[in-house]
């Protein structure tokens, strides 16, 4: 319907309408497009902006996931990786990067990120930094604020050790202009058999170094070496085992020294100044003046397969004044805990380490009672003090101790069998270790009771020898305090004794082992001891009649056995053939009939050849000493037992004469299984009567002795090898130039031969008994 001015208005509204609508489609559809394109754009104008701004840092960064926000931008799936390094990658869930109206980033923010860090990745990230200078400052020479939660780090094969890892959990991290605050809420740091566990800790870094942390806790473990089983008695010999000449060998006798190892690893004093001076720099480096690390409670385990010893926990503080670090460890209660501290300088200076405690109780220490042997932990007290410096050339380490403990109680196998209670020691030393490896001792001493061993000297180690001089002194004292000084369990057998007298010695070694034969041994024994009352079974008429001793039965068990003069085992000194002496005396103990218990030259030759061998290879054992030991104790393996055989072995000479040990030891003494003295021997491996023995035979018998049961195979076999036949006329040759046998003796003894007498075969031929080189009673042997 038109107007009055002609129009038509329902039209031109449709016309209207209809251009309208086809310009609000056009206007829908280039907004969409619009929206479209920068939805499709901006994913990849994030990446890009995001890759070239790591590029410019140094960095390779991946992003999976890009979405838009308010004033902010979320990634998601992001990979960084500093450019030029193998071992350092990292993983990021999710980062919120913040921008302002400018477009200017306004802080970052990150959780759920893992590192991951391969070999030397801290070498491999300082030669990063120094390619990539840090370009932290934002705008207006202010710091971009960033947050980082819930991160975690797993580093293998730290520091290039292919045993070394760190694993840390619960990070975080906050950066602003204030600096940046670090917290952890547990590291793992494992190498081999050592772990170091770190509880909740917190950190505050600086213009890139961190000046101040705490750490809740910490637990150090180190897992220790098991003692070496013992070796099994049955164990196979080899099929022509050579008889052990042992003490038979002529005086002068030498054998050729093994490849020289160093008994004792001294610290390289060049190399431990330089891991000084490198840890100094890192630490000034990353460290800045007034840097506090405080930790409250830090702990020790040491494990020795299922044995557990704890220690701790102790406060440690470490601080950085100037160009110095010190280093702060306290431990246990009370007024004079046990104080240990560090000065390590940063730059140039000396290193000193010193310790001071007043009486702290092992249980203050945190030692549980039964960790590793040691029994009411809280009954024992250590004290003392002591100094080591490392001067600034690392020409010298001077040391300066003096530690007392007492009221110690040990359970230990190798100690004793009992408990030992009641240990009051004191262990003091002065001297100086140079950078050639030598030591000097000013003066060393160590006091137990009424006991004081004191000594100075020197010794040297280098790659290729050792050598020491040393003097040694245990000044007189009274028998009774002595035997007193110690507490009962290391000597059951004795500590009912009452003794009179004093006791003291003197002593001199000087050796070097690139001419080790040369060895000199000096010493001199002021031995007035004599024992006023004795234990009943240490009673000489004990021994006329019947007794019983401890023995290993042929199942390897302890056992007693009885035996004594009249009994059926028993043979008396005159129904022995006289060269049973010559035998042991030639392969056991040349000295019996002239030393008072001890023998000076054997000593002396077990001295050279363990240390020719660089271990234990050869005793120094008498026949007093084995009587002693056979007659009285136990066959444990127990420092006791070695203590008790020397005072016994002192007491036997002192009561018995040397004739009357002698029968003792061959009536008693271990021929293989289950076969003791030299009566059940002689029929065993003969079936003959003691009387009737020859030289061949008897050191044959005497060659058993440093293994019985071992060496009885060669009975087993039922012939002996040649070159064991060989060593035995070697024997003979030995004594022979001892003047033990005459040569006529030697002569008939060069055509006897070793015959094995079987249960079941008919016994051989008697002979008469036999007549020959003898002990005269005079200290003297008289050959025939």
Known sequence: MPDGSGVNIPAVLRFEWTTWRKRAAIGAASSLAVLLLAAFSFGPFVRSRVEKEAARRGVTVSVGKVRPGWFAVELGDVTVEPEGTKGVHAKFSAVTIDVGVTGAVRGIRASDAKLELEGDALAEMAAWRERHPSKSEGEGGSKTPVTLERAAVVWTKAFADEDASVDASGISLTR?????????????????????????????????????????????????????AAVSTDQKIAPEPPPPLQNGHK????????????????????????????????????????????????????????????????????????????????????????MLHASMPLEAGDTTVSLGSGAVTLSMLGVRDGAFGFVDPARATITGKAQVTLDDAAKSLTFDANISASGVSIKNAKLADDTVRGLDVRVSARGVLDDAGAVRLDDAEAQLGALHLRTHGGIEQTSDHLS??????????????????????????????????????????????????????????????????????????HFDGSFTYAIIDKDGKPADRDTGPGSDEWAPLDTISPLMQVAVLTTEDGAFFHHHGFNEWAIKASLVANIKAGRFVRGASTITMQLAKNLFLSREKTLSRKLEELILADYLERTFKKDEMMEIYLNIIEFGPDIYGVKNAAAHYFGRRPAELNLAECLFLSSLLPKPREYHKLYEKGELPQSWMVNIRQLMEIARKNGRISDKELEDAKTETIVFHKEDAPPPVPRAPVTGSHFTGDDAWEAN
């Open 251 to 338: 005086k002068g006798w030498k054998s050729a020294p093994e490849p020289f190892h160093p008994f004792i690893d001294m610290p390289n004093l060049h190399v431990l100044r330089a891991m000084i001076q490198n840890a100094g720099q890192r630490l000034a480096e990353r460290a800045p003046d007034g840097l506090h690390i405080g930790l409250d409670a830090l702990g020790v385990d040491l494990k020795r397969g299922k044995e557990k010893l704890e220690l701790g926990p102790g406060k440690l503080v470490v601080e950085r004044h100037g160009s110095e670090l010190a280093i702060d460890f306290s431990a246990g209660t009370g007024q004079t805990p046990l």
């Open 468 to 541: 020491a001089s040393l003097s040694l002194e245990l000044p007189v004292a009274g028998c009774q305090s002595l035997l007193e000084s110690f507490p009962a369990a290391l000597f059951p057998h004795v500590a009912q004794a009452r003794f009179r007298g004093t006791f003291g010695a003197k002593g001199y070694l000087s050796f070097d082992t690139r001419k080790i034969d040369d060895l000199v041994l000096k010493y001199d024994i002021d031995d007035l001891c004599r024992v006023t009352q004795a234990p009943e079974e240490l009673k000489k008429d």
């Open 176 to 228: 602003d202009d204030k600096g940046t605050h670090v917290a952890c809420e547990s590291v793992t740091v494992t190498r081999k058999r050592a772990s170091v566990v770190l509880g909740a800790s917190t950190g505050e870094i600086e213009a890139g170094k961190l000046k101040d942390a705490h750490i809740t806790d910490a637990r150090v473990a180190l897992e220790l070496d098991e003692a070496s």
